[in-house]
């Protein structure tokens, strides 16, 4: 005994073209639930820049995951293939300084400082790790970067594999 077709493809009037593009449309929401992309540092040290310049976008040379290539890892900026707010979560890894008590990461929406989480400390004499999580919302096209600054120059590294990163998921319209 056939089942009765309900829903979308219920009416018989449906062409073929017209049902593959209803599928292609909802494409990236079918193909997973995770709206978005994850990239790390995984070789090389970035130079620091001391206060008041931001240094950026910090290179995150491989992708855990980019469901809609909105990712380019050469120049590691994100950009919005649809409008939406999107859930950001960062972390940069500074190298042990022992001159330095305060470190900064930043999100970059379209270029432009948009917020940031701060270290202040005592000297460190191991690497440390500033992270940072903020919701943005962006047009198609907008883009995402990260970026950071210390009180006097040192290097970004990698010696804690997968801290440098930053994580971007689209979480509504």
């Known amino acids: 005994m056939a089942l009765p077709i309900t829903g ?8 073929k073209g017209e049902i593959k593009t209803a599928l292609e449309d909802q494409r990236d929401e079918v193909q997973s639930p ?10 090389g040290s970035d130079s620091i820049a001391n206060w008041p310049t931001w240094t950026g ?32 979560v960062c972390a940069l890894c500074f190298a042990a300084n022992t001159t330095v008590s305060e ?3 930043a ?8 917020s940031s989480g701060m270290f202040h400390g005592g000297n460190i004499n191991r690497p440390t790790v500033v992270g940072h999580h903020d919701r943005v919302k962006l047009a198609i ?10 009180a006097t120059g040192g290097a970004v590294t990698t010696d804690l594999t997968f801290v440098t990163f930053l994580s971007i998921q689209r979480i509504s319209d």
């Open 103 to 105: 470190r900064e990461v």
């Open 57 to 88: 976008p910090i290179g995150l040379q491989t992708e855990s995951y980019d469901i809609l290539n909105e990712f380019d890892v050469a120049t590691a900026v994100f950009t919005a293939s649809r409008a939406g707010t999107y859930d950001v």
């Open 8 to 15: 979308y493809f219920s009416n018989a009037a449906r062409t």
């Open 107 to 114: 999100i970059f929406a379209n270029g432009a400082f948009y």
């Open 141 to 150: 096209g907008g883009t995402l970067d990260l970026r950071g600054r210390q």
């Open 34 to 43: 995770c709206k978005g992309m994850r990239a790390y540092k995984s070789s």
